[in-house]
C-alpha cells in the first residue's frame, strides 16, 4: 500500500499524466476544428504532409530516423506534421541546444592536443592515427600516452575502486550520472562525499532529471547544498509536451582531483553491484584512467555544468599536466570522448564503424540493446564477410520487453552474414563495450541503438594497447561460457506473430 501510494503521488505520474492531457487536448482540437471543413483539411493537410517529407528526406541526418517520421507523416497527415513539430527536436530545442554548443566551444579551447603524440602515432598505426585525429578534431578530445588503465568486468569491482580513489580526494570531487538512487551503493558514496566536503573538498554533483525522476526527491539538490555538496539536474523535466525531454545526460562520469577518473555503463544504484535483483545478474562494465587523460573526462564535466548555468570562469584549474600526475606503469594510448546530439557529428557511431572496419582479425561487442541503423548493420555484415571474426553478446532476460523484440530482430540478417550472437543466460548484460585485435577496445555509455546515438549525451574511453585491452578480451572470451549461442533453429523457434511486431517495431525504432 505504501509503495502504491508513493508511486499515486509521484512527480513522475503527475508530469506524465498532464503530459497526456496536452497531447489529447491537441488532438481533440485537430479534429473538432477540421470537422465542418474536413474535405479542405484533408487536402491542406495531405499537401503540408507531403511537403513536409520532401524537407526531411533532403535533411542531413540518419535515413532510417527520416523513414520513420515519413511513414508517421504521410500516415496521419491530420496529426503527424504536429508530432514532428513537436518531438523531432529541429525546432523547439534549438535554443537548448545552442548553451551546449556554446559553452563546449569555450570548454575545448583549454584542452590541446600534443601534436608530437598524433604524429607519433600515425607512423605506428595510420588506422589509429584516423581515428585519434577525428576525435581530437570533431570531439576535442585529445589522445594520451602517459596513462594507466584498469578495466572493470562487473558493477562490484568497479564500485570497491571508486570508493577507494574518493577516499584520496584532496583538491575536488566530480560526478555525473544518468541515474542515482538510494541503497548501499550511492548511501556509502554520500557518506564519503558528505565527509570530503566538511573537509574542504569541492564537491559537485551532476544527474538526469528522467533518468531520477521517480527515485529522488524534487528538493534533493537543496538537501545536498545543506551538506555542502554543489549539484545541478540536467534537463529538468517539466509538463509539457517537449522534444527537449527526448535529449538525456546518459553519461557515467567521476573525476577526482583531475588525476583519476571514472566511466562505463555503471550507474549509482544497488542493481548495478548485483545488491538487489532485477533482471537476474546484471552484468556490467566500467573503466578506471589514471594520468592525463583525466583532463577529458574533466572538460566533458565542466561543459556540461556551465551549460545548465555558466559559473566558471576559469577552466584550467581543474585540468593538470603531465608532470603534475604521476603514473606508475603508462601503457598505450587513451582518448576519453563525449558525444551530444546537437553539433550533427554522430561521433560514438563513426568511432564504432571505424573499429569495425579497420579490424583484421576480430572484433567483439558488448551492447544492452541492438537496435542498429543501416551503416552499423552493413559494417558489421560486411566485416563478418570480409573474414573476421564478428561476435556480439546481448542480454537473455530483458529489462524492456519492446526494446528486446526490436534486439532479437537485427539477429537473422547478422547471422546470415557469418556475425556470432550471443545472449547472457544469468540475466540482463548492461556493458557497452567492444574490443578488437587485441590492440582497440572502447569502454563507456554508449550503447548500439538510435537513443545512444543520435539523442542522448554519451561519452566513451578509445584505448590502444593498454592494459585494459587484454582485460576486456579475456573478459569477453570468459563471459562467452555464459551464454547460449543464437543459431538458424533459435530464430526458426520464433512464433510468426513475434516476428510480424518485429518487423512493425522496426519501422519506428529511430522513435521508440
Not at 568486468?153 to 577516499?167: A, D, P, S, W
Not at 593538470?320 to 557511431?349: C, H, S, W
Not at 546470415?416 to 563507456?444: M, N, Q, W
Amino acid at each position: 500500500m505504501h509503495k502504491l501510494i508513493k508511486f499515486l503521488t509521484s512527480r513522475f505520474l503527475w508530469v506524465l499524466f498532464i503530459v497526456m492531457l496536452q497531447f489529447a487536448w491537441i488532438v481533440y482540437a485537430i479534429l473538432r476544428i477540421s470537422g465542418p471543413y474536413y474535405a479542405y483539411v484533408t487536402v491542406i493537410s495531405s499537401v503540408i504532409a507531403s511537403i513536409l517529407t520532401i524537407w526531411i528526406v533532403k535533411e542531413r541526418s540518419n535515413s532510417s530516423y527520416k523513414l520513420s517520421w515519413a511513414i508517421v507523416i504521410l500516415g496521419v497527415p491530420l496529426i503527424g506534421p504536429v508530432l514532428h513539430f513537436m518531438f523531432s527536436g529541429k525546432i523547439v530545442a534549438r535554443h537548448f541546444s545552442s548553451k551546449f554548443i556554446k559553452i563546449d566551444k569555450i570548454v575545448r579551447n583549454d584542452v590541446k592536443q600534443d601534436e608530437a603524440i598524433i604524429e607519433t602515432i600515425k607512423n605506428g598505426d595510420p588506422s589509429l592515427g584516423r581515428i585519434a585525429s577525428y576525435l581530437n578534431e570533431c570531439a576535442g578530445a585529445p589522445i594520451y600516452d602517459n596513462c594507466e588503465t584498469k578495466y572493470f568486468k562487473t558493477g562490484e569491482e568497479y564500485f570497491e575502486q571508486i570508493c577507494i580513489e574518493l577516499e584520496k580526494a584532496k583538491e575536488f570531487i566530480f560526478l555525473e550520472y544518468f541515474i542515482i538512487n538510494k541503497g548501499l551503493m550511492w548511501d556509502t558514496v554520500m557518506e564519503i562525499l558528505e565527509r570530503k566536503a566538511a573537509q574542504g573538498v569541492e564537491v559537485r554533483l551532476l544527474y538526469d532529471d528522467m533518468g531520477c525522476i521517480k527515485l529522488l526527491p524534487s528538493k534533493y539538490k537543496e538537501k545536498l547544498a545543506n551538506l555542502g555538496i554543489q549539484c545541478r539536474v540536467f534537463n529538468k523535466v517539466y509538463p509539457m509536451l517537449s522534444a527537449i525531454h527526448n535529449n538525456r545526460d546518459h553519461r557515467k562520469i567521476t573525476v577526482i582531483d583531475g588525476k583519476t577518473g571514472f566511466t562505463g555503463g555503471i550507474n549509482m544504484a544497488d542493481e548495478y553491484i548485483n545488491h538487489i535483483e532485477k533482471f537476474g545478474h546484471w552484468k556490467d562494465a566500467g573503466i578506471m584512467i589514471k594520468g592525463e587523460a583525466v583532463t577529458n573526462l574533466t572538460s566533458m564535466f565542466l561543459g556540461t555544468w556551465n551549460s545548465i548555468e555558466h559559473t566558471d570562469k576559469e577552466f584550467d584549474r581543474y585540468y593538470l599536466k603531465a608532470e603534475e600526475i604521476p603514473v606508475e606503469n603508462p601503457r598505450g594510448y587513451v582518448q576519453p570522448f563525449g558525444d551530444m546530439p546537437f553539433d550533427q557529428e554522430q561521433v560514438a557511431e563513426n568511432v564504432y564503424l571505424s573499429v569495425i572496419s579497420n579490424a583484421s582479425r576480430y572484433v567483439y561487442f558488448y551492447t544492452p540493446y541492438l537496435i542498429i541503423d543501416d551503416e552499423l548493420l552493413r559494417a558489421f555484415m560486411l566485416a563478418s564477410k570480409s573474414g573476421v571474426d564478428v561476435r556480439i553478446i546481448t542480454p537473455h532476460i530483458p529489462d524492456k520487453k519492446l526494446v528486446f523484440l526490436l534486439t532479437r530482430s537485427y539477429y537473422k540478417p547478422l547471422l546470415d552474414a557469418g556475425v556470432r550472437i550471443y545472449e547472457y543466460k544469468p540475466g540482463f548484460l548492461h556493458s557497452k563495450c567492444c574490443v578488437s585485435d587485441d590492440t582497440k577496445a572502447v569502454i563507456g555509455s554508449i550503447n548500439l541503438d538510435f537513443r545512444s546515438l543520435y539523442l542522448h549525451f554519451e561519452c566513451g574511453t578509445f584505448v590502444y594497447g593498454a592494459d585494459a585491452v587484454g582485460e576486456l578480451y579475456e573478459d569477453f572470451m570468459n563471459t562467452i561460457n555464459d551464454t547460449i549461442e543464437v543459431d538458424e533453429a533459435f530464430i526458426k523457434a520464433i512464433p510468426w506473430y513475434t516476428k510480424m511486431t518485429q518487423a512493425v517495431l522496426r519501422l519506428f525504432a529511430p522513435l521508440l
